[in-house]
Each structure stands twice: as structure tokens, then as C-alpha cells.
């Protein structure tokens, strides 16, 4: 990189089309019978009306208008992103395809109708639609962090420092018919302040993210900028304070600067929390997420699922242990009391590359001595690590905690298997393979989510 030699010029190259809409992106939407599309292209609104004609197979399309966005230099907090880094983005679009039926496939093709009536088409696609929340069917979540993008020729990049994240982008499309939903809870592309790589990114899931529903939660390398509100005050983001996440992708957020929100899909509930946000007891997403928790109908949607990015729960990491930690500041101490009231299954969180599993835990004490089956009452929350998407690998400290049942340092993503109301099964796969290599399984009736545990139900007393 110091000293670059010449070695050959190409002939001159160009785009068919340079404007040509790409990398199409689904999104779960506020509603549960509501699919987002997003993507990019160069056209802006006064040149072409961006839509997406869609449809059940066999049946007649509907065309669905798309809103634009796009940000300029200015909208960045500091460099790179506002220097060197900046690159127009072009313009993002997204259209909200409404009223679909539970579990149908439905085929779509993203469009601008330019001002003499000629069409420019993307590539055609299809997708599953949700099920209603509650409904009684097989649904498979993958969870993740950590990934960000990388070269298949293997040249040389900015950032050039996420080894698995090739591995983890082709076993999960080589699995793509036996998945549902996608979350990668934080830490994306890490540009970090280099706009073009997150095209480069988008390119790369696009068989993925055009497929089923890819969500996002907010990491550091997303958001994190001095006196921009972030609640670390460092500068992971390289400038782009959240601007770029919160406009490639979308998320049913009431306000995507705040990148928290409720997700109902069949028989799970997912409570995504921020991390780069205060989350402490008082805030607004410390409301939000009890709110999450309390008002979920554990009789028809029994999973209710925890995702953030940074460790908010537990973890035996050498950059958490070596500050007398097992995660950040105040965040077990704060959030722990909820997912004890509310008996929240599974927490997942990023930030750390690597995995790690815990037995079900409450103030740092096992709840439960079984490891590979839970069956009635949990009595504690589990907790995962799943760092692993595919940035350079951390280190585990060589003290081992009681409450840490699996550790692993290597590239991997963790599938959830809901078979119905009482049988759940979660995997943790290397993406080297895709084979399962920690297991286990949850069997329950819906009065062992009703009863009682430490700490989970109102003080009462004898009295008559």
C-alpha cells in the first residue's frame, strides 16, 4: 500500500446504464402483513418515478410507488466520511408493499418510469410474506454480527480486516431456502467513513437481502461520533454518525435516528435495542424496551427474543475481563431486572468476535444445571455472544466463568428453529461449514412462561 506498482491499464470500461436501479433489500414493516423494499439507483425523482410491480404468483401485478432519499457531504459528522471517504450515494428508494397474505410467495421487480413513459427494470425476485403474529408455523431466524464485506479477488481494501465475512455470505445462501429472517445486530460494513463500501456491501447480500427480510441493529461502527448524541464518545463511525445505516436500510422504527423497534413475526417477538443510545433505567429506549416486553401475548408469540450490539449481558471476552467486566457499564445492572420481570428467552449481542452461550443466568448465578435440553420453567434468561460474522477474531480470557457453557473463537451465526408454540431449537453454526456445532432445545407449555421466578412477579402477602 506504501509503495503501489504499476502493473497494467485495462482497456476503458463502462457502465450499460450507470443509473440502473441494484441491490434490492426487504425489511420487515410496521405492520405484520407488510414487506419494505429499498435500493439504490442514480435516478432522482425529477428524472424517473421509482416503483415496484409485485404479485402472487399466478395472479395480476399491482405496481407500488417508492419514496427517495439521499444525504450530501454535509450530513456527515467529520472524516473520512466528509473528506476523503465522501462519495455521492446516488438515491435510496422504498416502497412498502401492503396487504399480503400469511406465509404466500409473492415475486417483485423494482422500476423507474422515465418522462417519455420508458421503463428501466431491475432484476425480477421473490419473497415469502410474514406470518400473522401468533400463527402456528415452521419460522427459522439467523442472528449475527460483526461482518462486513470483502473482496472475492482478494485485492487489498480500506478496512481490510473481515476474513469471514465471504464464508458467512455464502453459507447462509447456500441455506437460503431454509431461512426466514436475517438480523445482523450491528457493526455492518464498517466503512467507517468510506461511503463506496457500503455498495460494495449491499452487493454482496443481495441474495440474501433480495430474498427474505435482512434487519439491522445499531453498532458502533454505524453510529458512533464525538458530540454527535452518541452514548460513547469515540469515533468508530469514521464520520457517518448513522446516517448511512439509517438510510441504506430500513428498520420500522418510529424514528430511525433511534435505532430501536418492535418486530412480531409468528411465534417470535424481537425487542431490538440500540447500544450506541442511552438504554439505562429513565431513558426513552430504557421505555421502550419494557414496553417491548410487557405487552407481548406470550399465549400465540411464546419466543421473546433481546438483540443488540454491544454486550449488555454476558461475556468472558479479554477486552471485557481485563476491565473487570462482563460487558458494558450499567448494562446487565439496568436491563437485567426486565428480562427477569418478563422472561425474556434469549439475548444476542455482537460487538465481541466471537461466540458464547451461557446456561439461563440471573445475577450471575446458573438458574438452571441443564445445558443441551430446557424443558418447563426457565428461571433465568440465556445469552449469547455471536460476534462472529466474520471481522478478525477476539480472544476469550482464561478464566472461565460458571455461567459460560460454550465458547468459540471462529466465524459463525446462531439459527433459531420455532417448530410451534412449545418446541424451539437454537443452533450455532461455523460459517465455515454451516454444520451445528452447539445445541440445544426449549420444550414448554405456555404456564411455565405464567410462573413464577426470582424476582418475576409482584411482592404478595398472607394476608386475607
Same mark, same amino acid.
Given at each position: ?16 446504464? &450507470? ?30 418515478? &421509482? ?17 427517495? +432519499? ?226 407481548? =401475548? ?38 437485567? &431486572? +426486565? ?20 446456561? &439461563? ?86 404456564? =411455565? ?16
Amino acid at each position: 500500500m506504501s509503495k503501489p506498482v504499476l502493473v497494467a491499464v485495462s482497456n476503458t470500461i463502462s457502465f450499460v446504464n &450507470p443509473k440502473a436501479p441494484v441491490f434490492p433489500r426487504l425489511a420487515l414493516g410496521k405492520q405484520w402483513n407488510e414487506i419494505t423494499v429499498t435500493w439504490t439507483s442514480g435516478y432522482s425523482i425529477s428524472e424517473a418515478v &421509482p416503483f415496484v410491480e409485485w404479485g402472487k404468483f399466478g395472479g395480476s401485478p399491482a405496481q407500488t410507488p417508492a419514496g427517495t +432519499l439521499t444525504f450530501s457531504q454535509n450530513s456527515m459528522c467529520g472524516a473520512p466520511a466528509r473528506t476523503v471517504g465522501w462519495r455521492d450515494p446516488g438515491f435510496i428508494h422504498t416502497s412498502f408493499l401492503h396487504g399480503l397474505w400469511p406465509n404466500q410467495m409473492y415475486y417483485y421487480k423494482v422500476g423507474h418510469q422515465l418522462s417519455n413513459g420508458t421503463i428501466v427494470w431491475g432484476k425480477p425476485y421473490s419473497f415469502k410474506a410474514p406470518p400473522f403474529p401468533g400463527q402456528e408455523s415452521l419460522q427459522r431466524v439467523v442472528i449475527f454480527g460483526d461482518m462486513g464485506k470483502a473482496e472475492r479477488d482478494g485485492s487489498n481494501e480500506y478496512s481490510n480486516n473481515q476474513p469471514g465475512s465471504l464464508n458467512t455470505t455464502d453459507t447462509l445462501i447456500k441455506d437460503l431456502d431454509n431461512i426466514d429472517v436475517v438480523f445482523h445486530i450491528g457493526d455492518i460494513t464498517y466503512a467507517n467513513g468510506y461511503l463506496s463500501q457500503w455498495d460494495q456491501f449491499t452487493a454482496q447480500i443481495e441474495p440474501i437481502a433480495s430474498h427474505v427480510p435482512y434487519m439491522l441493529a445499531s453498532g458502533n461502527h454505524e453510529r458512533d461520533w464525538p458530540d454527535s448524541g452518541s452514548y460513547y464518545d469515540v469515533k468508530d463511525s469514521g464520520g457517518e454518525c448513522g446516517v448511512l445505516a439509517e438510510t441504506m436500510f430500513y428498520v420500522p422504527a418510529e424514528n430511525r435516528a433511534n435505532y430501536w423497534y418492535t418486530i412480531d413475526y409468528g411465534m417470535f417477538r424481537f425487542c431490538i435495542g440500540d447500544t450506541e443510545h442511552d438504554w439505562t433505567e429513565g431513558s426513552e429506549q430504557y421505555k421502550f424496551l419494557e414496553e417491548c416486553f410487557a405487552t407481548v =401475548d406470550r399465549k400465540h408469540q411464546p419466543w421473546l427474543i433481546f438483540a443488540a450490539h454491544r454486550v449488555l449481558g454476558y461475556s468472558s471476552s479479554s477486552g471485557y475481563v481485563a476491565k473487570g467486566l462482563t460487558g458494558e457499564p450499567n448494562g446487565r445492572e439496568s436491563l437485567q &431486572p +426486565l428480562w427477569q420481570k418478563y422472561r425474556v428467552d434469549l439475548t444476542f449481542f455482537g460487538h465481541e468476535h466471537m461466540y458464547e452461550r451461557t446456561c &439461563p443466568v440471573y445475577e450471575n448465578q446458573c438458574v438452571n444445571t441443564n445445558k443441551t435440553q430446557y424443558s418447563g420453567t426457565m428461571n433465568g434468561t440465556i445469552h449469547a455472544v455471536v460476534g462472529g460474522g466474520g471481522k478478525s477474531l477476539d480472544d476469550f480470557s482464561t478464566l472461565v466463568p460458571s455461567w459460560s457453557l460454550y465458547r468459540d473463537v471462529d466465524f459463525g451465526f446462531v439459527k433459531l428453529t420455532a417448530f410451534n408454540h412449545s418446541s424451539l431449537l437454537f443452533e450455532y453454526k461455523k460459517s465455515r461449514d454451516g454444520q451445528a456445532y452447539d445445541t440445544f432445545t426449549i420444550t414448554r407449555e405456555y404456564k =411455565d412462561v405464567l410462573a413464577c421466578v426470582i424476582d418475576s412477579c409482584p411482592p404478595k402477602t398472607l394476608s386475607s
